[in-house]
């Protein structure tokens, strides 16, 4: 099957300094990829749509200018969390959806644990 | 996107199958039902999914009513690495569009 990884998978920050994501499709072509945010004992929650080559798309209330997101190659799209605060503590994961894959189907990928002291 | 209705959490004994409803009454014409699952500190899992006909994969088995507005997700022998959050999603596919999760329902097989 496909494969999404992340990286890193936890990582411990200050308040105040930025911290990027990275999202890699192994096998595949991923002409879309997803960003989603994770609270503990929550749902997933949708920050934003990155297709290759474009800007990417932000859900009501997540702050573009905090989250930033890049969707460089067809296989990484990256999420930097600039001037983390504890608040911003939170599991992140990325899905990425295959251009030659059976219709409709999202690979997520393992998420990352950001916690910010 | 329709929205989906689960029951919050439910229990199963190993080795019995797990039937995993969800309601989806809204959901148009175009819409397919998917089945994701989420265990713990991991990211979601495709299991499955279906327009208007009953599915069987080597994972579980979805079962869609003819109005299809509700479906059941079977897992025919539950084990206990399937304890984990299961999510009932409509969408249509092939679109690009986002997947929206709901609350899921939280799974817990018993020994």
């Known amino acids: ?102 219709r409709g189907e999202q690979y997520f990928g393992p998420g990352t644990r950001l916690t910010v002291t | 996107d329709a929205k989906t209705t689960q029951p919050p959490s439910m229990d199963c004994a190993e080795g019995r199958a797990a039937n995993l409803p969800c309601n989806h009454s809204t959901i148009s014409g175009n819409e397919y039902v998917y089945w994701y699952r989420q265990i713990h500190s991991q990211g979601p899992q495709y299991i499955i999914h279906g327009l208007k006909n009953n599915e069987t994969n080597e994972m579980a088995s979805l079962i869609i009513t003819e109005d299809r507005k509700s479906s059941t997700l079977i897992l025919p022998h539950a084990t206990l690495r399937d304890t984990a959050v299961y999510y009932c999603i409509v969408r249509v596919a092939n679109t690009g569009n986002q997947f929206y999760f709901g609350t899921g329902t939280s799974l817990t097989v018993i020994p």
């Open chain 1, 1 to 102: 099957g496909a494969v999404v990884s992340q990286h890193p998978s936890w990582v411990i920050c200050k308040s105040g300094t930025s911290v990027k994501i990275e999202c890699r499709s192994l096998d595949f072509q991923a002409t879309t990829m997803f960003w989603y945010r994770q609270f503990p004992k929550q749902s997933l929650m949708l920050m934003a749509t990155s297709n290759e080559g474009s800007k990417a798309t932000y859900e009501q209330g997540v702050e573009k200018d905090k989250f930033l997101i890049n969707h460089a190659s067809l296989t990484l799209s990256t999420l930097t969390v600039t001037s983390a605060h504890p608040e911003d503590s939170s599991f992140y994961i990325c899905s990425a959806r295959a251009r030659d894959r059976k």
